[in-house]
């Protein structure tokens, strides 16, 4: 019988690299990606416990896998990811459907789980292996050959902010070795990777030690820089605490994009304090200053909660000054969201219709931002890496320096490419165009 795996995904970018990673793993043992969700025969939910009732999403999502598999062997139900972490036994005394949970630092034991499964054995693999992990996956082959190419560098966090369970859902900071991350790198580019996007949770907190010289994301950017095969570099998630000199330094370097995302959550320090952020707004708008100076092009993206406990007017109003200030782009607002574990899920909320103003208040000035600087692209002559031909339509995908997504008519032979493209219009999410074949004017 043929060995079919369906992963289903929710959550950041660490869980898409993890998935594919998983998958990566699995392909030793002959298993094969299905993209039919009812003909797995294992079946793995890679799980996200940031916000809202994530738990029950899982157990609904399970209903539906159940209810799917009705009248078929039931695959070998795995769930992987925070909430696994987070809820471990429990999930599998409630759920008989689940045969193992694993969390996100135990992704190394999937196959021995699948190759030792026997009917009713209920398996839970929750420790923070994170070395063993990486040791492992090192020598695991990648089949990943996107364009725009993840790599995790980074995993887990030590800053605990008063309101995230990612601190207990992926365990303490960990940096991987420098040459392993250049060695995945090049593996990459084998693939075909012209983009590079590192990933952590805190991903500009880098820091790895051998042979007392010690290595910082600053490090990884210019070694990374150096392959020609490269076009672009990224990296996701940064810590307002971890934006040092030398990696603000780097803003310099033609291959790393200028888009910064990185999370203020609020622009009153009263509520930063509350938060246990260990930043200030003052911190902040001096980083932005720096960045602007090595580079003006560099534009920020943040993440912001709104309604954390104690947020009164004020708070919000300085948090919508700040978004005047800084014309943040790109960016994702959040009405508090209590997270059994943490010390704010004991915190008094703030009212539900309060809350929700707040949330469209901020969300329609950010969408706003977003707009106009989509607008201010139209009728110009942009750089886009192009990523892939549209599904159903004879249109390429490829994203702009700032990681908008554009849309437009060219050729397939141009994917993999930095492409000129003149914008001839926009929206919120998207830049529309078409390729340009006269190349003297010049991409902004
Ligand atoms: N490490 C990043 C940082 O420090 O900014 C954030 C990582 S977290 C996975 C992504 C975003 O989720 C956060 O920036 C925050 O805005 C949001 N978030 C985390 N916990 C939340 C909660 N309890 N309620 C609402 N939003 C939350
Ligand atoms: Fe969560 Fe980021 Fe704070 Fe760590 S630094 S606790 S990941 S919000
Ligand atoms: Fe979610 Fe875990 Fe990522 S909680 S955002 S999947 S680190």
């Known amino acids: 019988m043929e060995k079919k795996i369906y992963i289903k995904t929710f959550g950041c970018q660490m869980n898409e690299y993890d998935s594919n990673r998983i998958f990566d793993s699995l392909k030793n043992i002959g298993y094969k990606k299905t993209s039919e969700q009812d003909a797995a025969n294992c079946y793995i939910l890679n799980t996200c416990h940031i916000r809202d009732k994530a738990k029950e999403k899982v157990y609904h999502e399970i209903g539906r896998i159940k209810k799917i598999y009705k009248f078929k062997n039931k695959p070998i139900m795995i769930v992987a990811g925070c909430v696994a972490q987070a809820e471990n036994q429990e999930m599998i005394k409630r759920e008989p459907f689940i045969d193992a949970v694993v969390g996100p630092q135990a992704y190394h034991k999937i196959n021995e789980i699948i190759m030792n499964f026997e009917k009713n054995l209920k398996i839970e693999e929750t420790d923070f292996d994170t070395v063993g992990k990486f040791n492992y996956f090192d020598n695991i082959n990648i089949n990943s050959n996107k364009i725009s190419s993840y790599l995790t ?36 580019i084998i693939n075909g990777a012209k983009e590079i996007i590192l990933l952590g949770q805190n991903v500009n907190a880098y820091n790895f030690e051998e042979n ?25 998630t940064s810590h307002p605490r971890d934006m040092t000199d030398d990696l603000i330094s780097c803003y310099t370097n033609k291959k790393l994009m200028p888009l910064l995302h990185l999370p203020i959550q609020s622009g009153s320090n009263k509520i930063l304090k509350l938060m246990n952020r260990k930043h200030t707004v003052e911190h902040y708008i001096e980083i932005y200053n720096n960045l602007k100076k090595i580079n003006s092009q560099v534009e920020i993206s943040s993440d912001f909660i709104i309604s954390y406990p104690g947020e009164t007017n004020k708070d919000f109003l300085d948090t919508l000054d700040l978004i005047d200030k800084i014309k943040f782009i790109n960016s994702y607002s959040f009405i508090f969201s209590p997270r059994p574990g943490t010390v704010a899920s004991k915190l008094k909320l703030i009212d539900k219709d309060v809350s929700k103003e707040r949330l469209q208040i901020i969300q329609k000035k950010l969408f706003d931002n977003q707009k106009f600087k989509n607008k201010s692209f139209e009728n110009r002559i942009i750089d886009v890496l192009v990523e892939n031909k549209l599904k159903n339509q004879n249109k390429l995908f490829g994203r702009n320096k700032y990681m908008n997504s554009v849309i437009f008519e060219g050729s397939e032979k141009n994917i993999g490419k930095i492409t000129k493209v003149k914008i001839e219009n926009s929206n919120q999410n998207n830049l529309f165009g078409k390729i340009l074949n006269n190349t003297k004017e010049r991409a902004a």
Do not use: A, H, M
Request: include cysteine; aromatic fraction near 14%.
């Open 153 to 188: 560098i980074q995993e887990g966090c030590d800053k605990f902010c008063n309101f995230c369970v990612v601190p207990y859902t992926r365990g303490p900071e960990f940096s991987r070795p420098f040459k392993k991350i250049l060695s995945e790198t090049e593996k990459l």
């Open 212 to 236: 007392s010289k010690k290595y910082r994301l600053s490090n990884l950017i210019n070694e990374i820089s150096k392959y020609s095969e490269i076009e672009r570099i990224r990296f996701i």
